[in-house]
């Protein structure tokens, strides 16, 4: 038993969460969650009160949202190497908050097909979808990663927004947008991350029963 737990489903966002796991090195454990009742425990409740994955706790606090898991992790393991440089912190910071406002916003109305009028978009956030696509689509087309040239946590979060955007079709994909995903998926901590997520897979998914039925 670690300092460090890790509630996930292998098939959610908490596989950014894992990935950013895997990076910093840390011993954690792990508590999957079938979606449904197990998620919606009174115990996994007073975790989350979202009632969704992921979730961490370390030494006693609790931590959701992967834009802040990765954040926060970044920040307790600095020998890792993941959090800003003072100069970084400019485009770290930005691109977070871009990719869980912005962007998490726009991809999830323009996946369930709300449309912004023109009328609204002064009103949303995002303003449209459009605009924000066009913003996030160029965001490496000048640099190896976020914030430049080193590898940060900006990477695992925004990076694997903008991978599940391509792989579903919402980004296209561009030379740039390409190399950039191939750079993060070639790295150990993310193979293994998908390796330790997809061997836990069967029965997690959305359309599984609950396990007591
Ligand atoms: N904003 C949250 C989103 C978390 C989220 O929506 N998780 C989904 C899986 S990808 C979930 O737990 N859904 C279960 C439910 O809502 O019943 C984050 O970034 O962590």
Known sequence: ????????????????????????????????????????????????PMMKVPAIVHKGKTVTECGAICTYLAEAFPDAQLAPLPEERADYYRWMFFAAG??????????????VTSEHSGMAGYGDFDRTLATLATVVDDRPYICGERFTAADIYVGSQIAWGVQFGTIPETPALKDYIARGMARPA???????????????????PPANT
Not at 20 to 46: H, N
């Open 1 to 48: 038993m670690t300092d460090l737990t890790f509630y996930t489903n292998p098939m959610s966002r908490g596989r950014i969460a894992r990935w950013m796991l895997e990076e910093t090195g840390a011993d954690y454990d792990t508590v999957l969650l079938r979606y449904g009742p197990e998620m919606q425990s009174d115990d996994y409740k007073a975790i989350n």
């Open 102 to 115: 912005p962007w998490e916003q726009a991809s999830t109305n323009k996946a369930m097909g709300f449309e």
């Open 190 to 208: 993310f193979q293994r991350a998908a390796e330790k997520d997809n061997a836990e897979m069967d029965g997690y998914g959305p359309e599984t």
